[in-house]
């Protein structure tokens, strides 16, 4: 919000126009998402970054050094690592010379700065093409037919700001309320840019504003061939997170009509009232996102025609102990056609109540469904693995788990469900080396706890040692590891540390209510 005013400061001059650009970013509720949810911290520090960038390239016009000129373009490029939705910022860049006088000159005179924003912009992308897994370029997910009605979904949430959810229902018509949000805020946009044009012989705000909403808004509307990005937007169809950037776009473009109207009475009454109506709204929306129930029941209200919605309440149920309720709506998400990457999200999710409730065959049929779906699920065949391991199938399932934990983003989960095959088959020195493999992509005082125990049966007895000291640095509360590690030093004859640990798990256990146990957790 600092930089937003700052930057609102920079091209209009006028402080009243700035405080309402920072406010309008602050309190705007679609921002609750962003800010409330810790998953979303990356969209934070890339706008932190770009905005950073933008305030640099604005206000030290090309004039500073070599080195100056780097930084600017090294913080550009940072920004790109954290998030897509700046990759269209090079353009950015590239057009604000032609909005001054001079515009062919002002361009070669900036060519050097946008040449080294250019060679970032490069890196960046050449970056996110090599992680690529599964997916690539390409035009299949791409839904422009639906603009119109995205547009009208986020013209709704930054104009009506009380008809927010984290997602919105895919529609190929905007409807009466959308169609009157998005012609609204056309006309304002039209507003912004007659006032910005009488602001002098610097650049024009609201044309700044409004090309940073729309360029970075531009990843999210579905038009870019990037194939697991088109999937996961065919899903999604429209969210607040997207706006965050584009916020600070629309702030400018708020401190171009401010600015006119700084000399009229009315204008402290009505954006004070208009900014505690936005706190408000904004503390709504805060208080709802740290209720996750409330918060997807809400949204499948507001978006009956949502699978995602659906999905999201089903998960919640799933991992709340609720798999009664987690397959009602995950069974009617699947009635709602959802697409590839969702129906096999959704059918694994199935798999994992099935699971919850012992049934090991429907658990398999789900996943497998899943798989059919989408061959690179990697909880579905981490599923698969645990049916067909309940099952008595334990090759199979080794094999399943193994398909798993090959997908590059998967966890540390697979890996150590092969571990616990092998330690049941009494392969402890194998079960050993998978656990050493888990706990490179994820320490974990469990893991480390099975490797503990890996080495104790391999008569590996201080390398199993070390295994229990680690588990219980990252979690002291574990009787059962204390119990084993007071046997290790019991068989290495160290008695004090033997009688020390073991009186620490019985009080533990006696504190939890829990009997001590000797066998996995």
């Known amino acids: 919000?600092?930089?937003?005013?700052?930057?609102?400061?920079?091209?209009?001059?006028?402080?009243?126009?700035?405080?309402?650009?920072?406010?309008?970013?602050?309190?705007?509720?679609?921002?609750?998402?962003?800010?409330?949810a810790a998953m979303f911290s990356g969209t934070i520090f890339s706008s932190l970054l770009f905005l950073s960038a933008l305030y640099r390239f604005l206000s030290l016009d090309g004039k500073d050094g070599a080195g100056s000129k780097a930084l600017t373009a090294f913080l550009f490029g940072a920004s790109l690592l954290f998030k897509e939705r700046t990759f269209p910022g090079l353009l950015l860049f590239a057009l604000l010379p032609l909005l001054r006088p001079g515009r062919a000159a002002e361009f070669r005179r900036r060519l050097p700065e946008l040449a080294a924003f250019a060679a970032a912009w490069g890196a960046a992308l050449a970056a996110r093409a090599?992680?690529?897994?599964?997916?690539?370029?390409?035009l299949t997910g791409l839904d422009p037919a639906y603009l119109p009605a995205r547009l009208a979904a986020y013209a709704k949430t930054l104009l009506l700001p009380f008809w927010i959810s984290p997602i919105y229902q895919k529609t190929l018509f905007p409807g009466l309320a959308g169609s009157a949000a998005l012609a609204a805020a056309a006309a304002l946009a039209a507003a912004a840019l007659r006032a910005g044009r009488k602001t002098g012989p610097e650049y024009d705000p609201?044309?700044?504003?409004?090309?940073?909403?729309?360029?970075?808004?531009?990843?999210?509307?579905?038009?870019?061939?990037?194939?697991?990005?088109?999937?996961?937007?065919?899903?999604?169809?429209?969210?607040?997170?997207?706006?965050?950037?584009?916020m600070a776009g629309a702030a400018l473009a708020l401190a171009a009509l401010v600015k006119p109207l700084t000399g009229s009475r009315l204008l402290k009454p009505a954006g004070l009232l208009l900014a505690g109506a936005l706190a408000l709204l904004s503390l709504q929306q805060t208080l709802l996102w740290r209720n996750e129930e409330r918060l997807w029941t809400r949204a499948a209200a507001l978006n009956p025609a949502s699978p995602w919605a659906r999905y999201m309440l089903g998960t919640y149920y799933l991992q709340n102990g609720r798999p009664a309720q987690a397959e009602k709506n995950l069974n009617e998400a699947l009635t709602l056609r959802p697409a590839r990457a969702l129906l096999s999200n959704t059918r694994a999710a199935l798999a994992g109540a099935a699971l919850a409730a012992g049934d090991n065959s429907r658990a398999e049929a789900e996943?497998?469904?899943?798989?059919?779906?989408?061959?690179?699920?990697?909880?579905?065949?981490?599923t698969l693995g645990a049916a067909l391991a309940g099952l008595g199938r334990r090759g199979e399932a080794a094999a399943a788990f193994g398909k798993a934990a090959k997908i590059e983003i998967t966890g540390d989960g697979p890996l150590v469900n092969i571990a616990l095959l092998q330690l049941a088959d009494g392969e402890n020195a194998g079960a050993a080396a998978t656990l050493e493999a888990a706990l490179a992509r994820r320490r974990s005082d469990y893991a480390l706890d099975l490797l503990c125990r890996a080495r104790a049966a391999d008569r590996a007895l201080d390398?199993?040692?070390?295994?229990?000291l680690a588990a219980l640095e990252l979690n002291a509360n574990r009787p059962d590891t204390l119990l084993l590690l007071g046997r290790i030093y019991s068989a290495r004859g160290e008695a004090e540390p033997a009688r020390l640990c073991l009186a620490e798990a019985e009080r533990l256990s006696m504190k939890t209510g829990e009997a001590l146990k000797t066998g996995k957790r």
Do not use: I
């Open 463 to 468: 390398k199993a040692a070390e295994a229990c």
């Open 367 to 382: 996943a497998k469904k899943a798989l059919e779906a989408w061959a690179l699920n990697h909880d579905a065949w981490n």
């Open 206 to 246: 609201a044309a700044v504003g409004l090309l940073l909403a729309a360029l970075t808004l531009l990843p999210f509307l579905n038009l870019l061939p990037v194939l697991d990005l088109a999937e996961y937007l065919s899903a999604v169809f429209a969210s607040n997170r997207y706006l965050y950037l584009p």
């Open 130 to 138: 090599y992680a690529m897994d599964g997916s690539g370029f390409g």
């Open 1 to 36: 919000a600092c930089l937003v005013l700052r930057l609102a400061l920079l091209l209009t001059g006028n402080r009243t126009a700035a405080l309402a650009a920072g406010l309008l970013f602050a309190l705007h509720p679609a921002q609750a998402e962003t800010v409330s």
